[in-house]
């Protein structure tokens, strides 16, 4: 399956790391879990077309060194977890994690136990340390559904499957399309999934990455707009089941030492790049950005004040900063469909792949 770039029908103002994906800011991984099981009718156990994904901002333990982060909600139709604590205390403490819908507890549960058995004083305190209070732990789980193609009420995904997505987490190329919490999803019509890309700002910019995660599950197939040209009034998916509003789950990751507030401004040029993409965040989608900073850790409860004099003010090179999302976001969306193959799901229902051929010739019809 082709990425965009592959099609030589979409080209960026700025740069990409070598991956062209999340994994180019330095340390972060990525990892999938994917449940592809049983075919024909619902039974209450499947058909399974479903996964999880996990985003590490760094390999060592994150509830001892956790990464400075921001949430964004651009429309709240959805059941995300750890969000108020991230806007309480502006940090992340355990993998990034992606699934479906009605999975998040099952999902946030395993990554509260994982969190445990790496830092067994949570929940008992910090007696044998000499250390005040009694530590919680707070996982960050985001959701969009994939009920059209898997059983969603079974819930399949929990301690077994985060433990082998976190051991398939690698910090090179990312799989994209079908696989994790991409395999059951839709897009514009057609199939959806996983997408990534980066952007590495110039020297001006200092050089800084930013690279973007998608959980593309959004759209009607009319609204489709690829580099901007509106393919969704041209190709169209074959007649099926009505479309569903959908969601999108938008992960952002960059090496700059930015702090709360700017990560913030961050999350919210997201919304420039899903808009782009042809998406008017329909009333009934959940869209969320979490974003993270790689360049500043935070240590669990220090004993003194903690002062990091780690800093970038962002104001000169904001533009290049949000254009960098911006476009990241864009073309993880991209990603996304035309890493996406067709699959038959519970019920046989369908979610064709994005024809590239076709793309790249109504895309030839505007001299694209």
């Not at 999803?185 to 110039?202: M, Q």
Request: with cysteine.
């Amino acid at each position: 399956m082709p990425r965009i770039r592959d099609l030589n029908i979409y080209q960026s103002q700025l740069s990409t790391g070598p991956h062209n994906g999340i994994t180019d800011v330095a340390g972060v991984a990525v990892g999938h879990f994917t449940l592809i099981e049983g075919d024909g009718p619902w039974t209450g156990g499947g058909p399974f077309r479903t996964g999880v994904t996990v985003i590490l901002p760094h390999q060592g333990n994150l509830y001892e060194e956790k990464v400075v982060a921001a949430v964004h909600t651009i429309n709240g139709f959805g059941k995300v977890t750890g969000f108020e604590q991230v806007r309480e205390l502006g940090n992340i403490e355990t993998p990034i994690a992606l699934t479906s819908t009605l999975n998040v507890p099952r999902v946030a549960d395993a990554l509260m136990t994982i969190a445990i058995e790496q830092n067994p004083h949570i929940g008992l305190g910090f007696a044998a340390s000499g250390r005040q209070g009694y530590a919680s732990v707070n996982p960050v789980v985001g959701e969009t559904s994939d009920g059209f193609l898997s059983d969603m009420q079974a819930r399949p995904i929990g301690l077994a499957e985060v433990r082998a997505a976190l051991a398939d987490a690698s910090t090179g190329p990312v799989a994209e399309g079908v696989v994790g919490a991409g395999t059951g999803t839709s897009c514009y019509g057609w199939k959806g999934g996983i997408g990534t890309a980066s952007r590495v700002l110039p020297e001006q910019g200092h050089g800084y990455t930013i690279g973007a995660l998608v959980q593309s599950n959004f759209g009607r197939p009319d609204e489709l707009t690829i580099a901007g040209v509106p393919v969704g009034l041209h190709l169209q998916p074959p007649p099926g089941k009505r479309v569903e509003d959908g969601s999108i789950m938008i992960i952002l990751a960059t090496d700059a030492p930015l702090d709360v507030r700017q990560l913030g401004r961050l999350c919210h040029r997201a919304a420039f790049g899903l808009a782009r993409t042809g998406s008017t965040c329909h009333g009934g989608s959940g869209d969320f950005v979490i974003a993270f900073s790689t360049a500043n850790r935070v240590p669990d409860r220090p004993e003194e004040l903690v002062v990091d004099s780690t800093a970038v003010y962002e104001q000169p090179i904001m533009s290049l900063f949000s254009l960098a999302v911006i476009e990241a976001v864009e073309e993880a969306i991209y990603n996304s469909l035309l890493m996406a193959h067709t699959v038959v799901g519970r019920d046989g229902n369908t979610r064709y792949g994005l024809p590239a051929e076709e793309v790249v010739k109504v895309m030839r019809d505007y001299n694209r």
